[in-house]
């Protein structure tokens, strides 16, 4: 039986201001969310195959409330990544292989694509940055308490890391220009977020 797991880290932004109205079932500030997000796995294999220090990385249009679904997503994978690395990335991202993946994958209405692509990722201490071969760029910041600690979100009814906490944050910038797949924005001072993951199945 297919499985995964993986562990790991998340950035994402999206156009909304902050906080995202996504996560707790609202619909977005401006009638519609643009997003991007990554996921980093530090460790982890997918069906038997290592896919350690791989990032997948999304572009996502949501229509309208994000439970409804109805995404129209372009995805990337490194290019560094092996045939089979690819294969098992795909697999388990757009749901294949069921498990939590599987009920994100369920939202996306229309896959653009999935692409190889040089992606650029880092998270340290909250702060975080992803860009993918000049046509998408991210920093982000998290929020903190008034003792430094990262402000979280945690128990609510949407979530991109389903079982752990988030860490609620800003986006200094994002700059997405694919134009011809039809998303090109750029913004500054809209929500972040970040987080660890722990995907299994």
Known sequence: MASYRMRGTLVEACNCDILCPCWVGEDPDNGTCDAVLAYHVEDGEIDGVDVSGLTWFGVTQIPGNVLEGNFRSLCFVDEGASDEQFEAMRAA?????????ADLAQLVGELVGVERAPIDYGLE??????SVDGKVSARVAPYRSAAGDTTTLRDSIFSTI??????VGKASQMVVDIPEHGYQWRLEGKNAIQGEFAFEH
């Open 125 to 130: 201490e909250g702060e975080g940055h992803v």
């Open 162 to 167: 389903p079982g752990s906490a988030a860490w």
């Open 93 to 101: 991202f757009l749901g294949k292989l069921g498990g939590p993946l």
